[in-house]
Structures are given as structure tokens and as C-alpha cells.
């Protein structure tokens, strides 16, 4: 059975980090590409980052330079460093695999989509 399952988010201050961390069952991360999404309230969903099956990353304009995807094959677990982080990345963020990335930083037909994890950024 597929499965993705999030973990890691939390509350945090403006400025902080925190790690999201992704175990994937049913599946090899060599055979599918992995990545982030993430809704906010009242806000479409939004692709943040990925990683391909041959380990190429790619992220959204608005977490470039912040935010860093890695996995870990073994582990079948695939994490979401995200640093300086600001009010605006407050949402559910989502784990999910498909056949490629995108050039923006998404997943090209996701699926998987389990519950996500909420991180909150507030003083």
C-alpha cells in the first residue's frame, strides 16, 4: 500500500526553522519523484519544492534560498529544511510523489496526498 506520511511541523517564530520530514511506504524513492505542497487559509495550494528521482531539486521563487529538500533512499524519507521562515509560509504542508518534477519547484501529477502537517510562523 502507498503511503506518505508528514511529520515535523509545528509553531515557530519569525526567523526560525524547522524540519518536515516525509516517510514514504508501498514505494522506492528511486522510482518517483517527491515534493512539498502546502495551503494556507483561504489560499490555493501552492507547489514548494521538489526532488527528483535522480536527486535534482527545485523549489518556488517565494522559498528559493530558504528552503531545502533532501531525502534519504534507505530511510525512504525525504525531509523540508525550511530557514528564515516568515509568517507568510504559515500552512498544512503536504508530502506527495509522482512521475517527474516541474520547472517551478512542483510535482507533475501528484498524488498521494495524506492529513500534512501544520506549521504555524508567529511571534
Known amino acids: 500500500q502507498v503511503q506518505l506520511v508528514e511529520s515535523g511541523g509545528g509553531l515557530v517564530q519569525p526567523g526560525g526553522s524547522l524540519r518536515l520530514s516525509c516517510a514514504a511506504s508501498g514505494f522506492t524513492l528511486d522510482n518517483d519523484a517527491i515534493g512539498w505542497f502546502r495551503q494556507a487559509p483561504g489560499k490555493e495550494r501552492e507547489g514548494v519544492s521538489c526532488i527528483s528521482r535522480g536527486g535534482n531539486t527545485g523549489y518556488a521563487n517565494s522559498v528559493e534560498g530558504r528552503f531545502t529538500i533532501s531525502k534519504d533512499n534507505v530511510k525512504k524519507t525525504v525531509y523540508l529544511q525550511m530557514n528564515s521562515l516568515k509568517p507568510e509560509d504559515t500552512a498544512v504542508y503536504y508530502c506527495?510523489?509522482?512521475?517527474?518534477?516541474?520547472?517551478?519547484?512542483?510535482?507533475?501529477?501528484?498524488?498521494?496526498w495524506g492529513q500534512g502537517t501544520q506549521v504555524t510562523v508567529s511571534s
Open positions: 506527495v510523489r509522482g512521475p517527474a518534477c516541474t520547472s517551478l519547484g512542483s510535482v507533475y501529477r501528484a498524488s498521494g
